[in-house]
């Protein structure tokens, strides 16, 4: 899997939209001319001399390929990580200081599904049926509990637990192996 696929299927822990959590960034032919680059550390250094700096949220909303951020950060856990959106954040990539994938997010406009019966769009408390939830306020995600046989996926709502908001629908998916984050 190398290429984007937005009809492929879901799997925890293991991959989403044509790619592979662990994969390496040089295996991605699409990733290797992104239609703009962001460095956070320079348009920061722009922000502060009073220059234009690039916005990335009204460059994601022109652009119809991939745009890539380099993160810049006082966190050593973040400072070098890469981020590759597609199109308005229908599916990001997130790649680690040594340019492993360890997060794969997709949103919206996303086809692919998860047990063959979940997709963007789906109610959140109609995955209890195969797997018990919780919901992280910090990561605002549902996972699936600790003792679950369900591993490495995370499920976004509407930044609220089932409990005060049981109606909520699935609005996106976080495919992940947070071990390979560092």
């Known amino acids: 899997m190398t290429r984007l696929d937005l009809w492929a299927e879901i799997i925890p822990g293991v991959s989403a939209a044509g790619f592979r959590i662990g994969q390496h960034l040089s295996s991605i032919p699409d990733l290797r001319e992104p239609i703009l680059t962001i460095d956070q550390r320079e348009e920061r250094k722009k922000k502060e001399k009073g220059l234009e700096s690039i916005g990335l949220d009204k460059a994601l909303s022109d652009s119809d390929g991939w745009i890539f951020q380099k993160i810049s ?26 340019d492993i994938l360890f997060v794969i997010f997709v949103f919206e406009g996303y086809q692919g599904k998860f047990f063959d019966k979940f997709e963007i769009g789906s109610k959140v408390s109609d995955l209890s049926e195969y797997v018990e939830l919780e919901y992280d306020s910090g990561d605002e995600m549902h996972y699936p509990c600790e003792s679950s046989h369900v591993k490495g996926i995370a499920f976004y709502g509407a930044e609220e637990s089932l409990e005060d908001n049981p109606e909520q629908k699935i609005m996106g998916f976080c495919v992940h192996n947070w071990s390979l984050q560092v």
């Open 73 to 98: 950060s006082d966190s050593e856990k973040l400072d070098g990580h890469k981020v590759f959106y597609y199109k308005d954040r229908v599916v990001l990539l997130h790649f680690n200081a040594n």
